[in-house]
């Protein structure tokens, strides 16, 4: 039996990689004759660069960045050569979550309001600085909702307000009301030449009910009365954008980044990446084209998927429901196992999964986190019982 393990991150606990090798090991000890073929997958949010590193190879790249509030936080660059019909091409891949994650800092800590985006830009410095031709950035994760402020400055765009007089927005919304005009033709310039890939699990726009701000920007730690304000900051922002492209501009560059799908992603840094001249890709994709999922899949009799929360939002862009998508197309099976299943089984099956197991069910919550690898192979062990052909 052929059983295809393609899993995410358990966030917090374990990473693609990590969850991988657990179900893994599991599986074989209770259907050691399987083949088991491992492809651990991601969507663009944190673990991109392990999942793409621990696949394809190539060179980290170890650089000092900075979080979300300035201060310095390691970072890295993947490099990796490609042939293509026009010769050597050296694609970067850069995990914003870096150097604008959520995980960077402690709950009590986190605020959103001066959070910024400028240690974005030195991951992309680092990648043209070595020679790319190409960088793709995952977005997700982020603890950051400046609409991409902070990564326009760091690349040299120039805020300015109504006198003139130049203004700093690299400290997050809070840094954005007195900005008039934006001139990001410095930004633009920094990364001329190279091909800017956004790689994000989210396709919302910037602005409105479907937006940065009203959709993630509570789990960021916004509070309720504070989202119309934030927003206002935003729209602020996108204002400044077009009067810095001036009257000669055909269009309106910010308002039309804005509205593009996945201007949204990392509170809002894809809608500078967009204007940087990025185009879109769901971050899912970017990964199962550089794994091969579609080639892992041939022959395959199950698939076993999984995450640390299994919910209904798996359904936008998150890693198991596009595997099980895949799943689907070559009519094999697909299981999930999650630290937490938290939706029914008809909403199970609605998103392609057959059935989800859920390792709090198995050992309780306090294992669960305290020794999460042994318990996520307890769990595939278990779960192989009911799904391996040689039980």
Not at 114 to 134: K, N, P
Not at 158 to 167: L, N, Q, R, T, W
Not at 295 to 316: K, M
Not at 341 to 363: C, H, N, P, Q
């Amino acid at each position: 039996m052929r059983v295809v393990v393609a899993p995410d991150k358990f966030a917090g606990t374990l990473t693609a990689v990590e969850a991988a090798g657990a179900i893994a090991e599991g599986w074989a000890r209770r259907a050691p004759d399987d083949e088991l073929v491992v492809v651990p997958m991601s969507d663009g949010g944190p673990g991109f660069l392990d999942v793409l590193h621990a696949t394809l190879g190539g060179e980290v790249v170890a650089c000092t960045t900075t979080d979300p509030y300035g201060r310095d936080v390691p970072g890295a660059v993947l490099l990796h050569e490609e042939q293509t019909p026009s010769g050597t091409r050296v694609t970067a891949y850069v995990e914003s979550a870096q150097a604008l994650g959520l995980h960077l800092t402690p709950d009590t800590e986190r605020d959103a309001e001066r959070a910024g985006s400028a240690g974005l830009a030195t991951l992309l410095l680092t990648a043209r600085a070595r020679g790319a031709d190409r960088v793709v950035v995952g977005l997700g994760g982020s603890a950051v909702n400046d609409g991409g402020a902070g990564l326009l400055q760091g690349l040299g765009a120039v805020a300015y307000d109504a006198s003139g007089a130049v203004v700093d927005v690299a400290g997050g919304p809070r840094s954005l009301p007195s900005v008039h005009r934006l001139d990001a033709s410095a930004a633009v310039e920094a990364v001329a030449g190279l091909e800017l890939v956004v790689a994000s699990d989210v396709d919302n726009p910037l602005l409105g009910l479907f937006g940065a701000t009203k959709t993630y920007g509570p789990q960021k730690g916004l509070a309720e009365d504070r989202l119309p304000w934030v927003e206002g900051r935003l729209v602020d922002l996108v204002d400044a954008v077009d009067r810095g492209a001036g009257p000669e501009a055909a269009d309106k560059p910010g308002t039309l980044s804005s509205r593009r799908e996945g201007a949204g992603a990392a509170g809002g840094t894809g809608f500078a990446l967009l204007l940087l001249g990025a185009t879109r890709t769901p971050g899912l994709d970017v990964v199962a084209d550089a794994v091969d999922l579609t080639g892992a899949l041939r022959g395959a009799d199950l698939v076993v998927t999984g995450e640390g929360a299994f919910d209904f939002s798996s359904r936008s862009g998150k890693v198991p429901y596009g595997v099980a998508r895949a799943a689907e197309a070559v009519l094999a099976p697909c299981i999930a196992l999650a630290g937490q299943v938290l939706v029914g089984s008809r909403e199970t099956r609605a998103l392609g999964i057959d059935a989800a197991y859920a390792l709090v069910d198995l050992v309780g919550e306090e294992r669960a986190f305290d020794d999460p690898r042994a318990a996520l192979a307890d769990l595939a062990e278990r779960t192989a019982r009911t799904w391996s052909r040689r039980r």
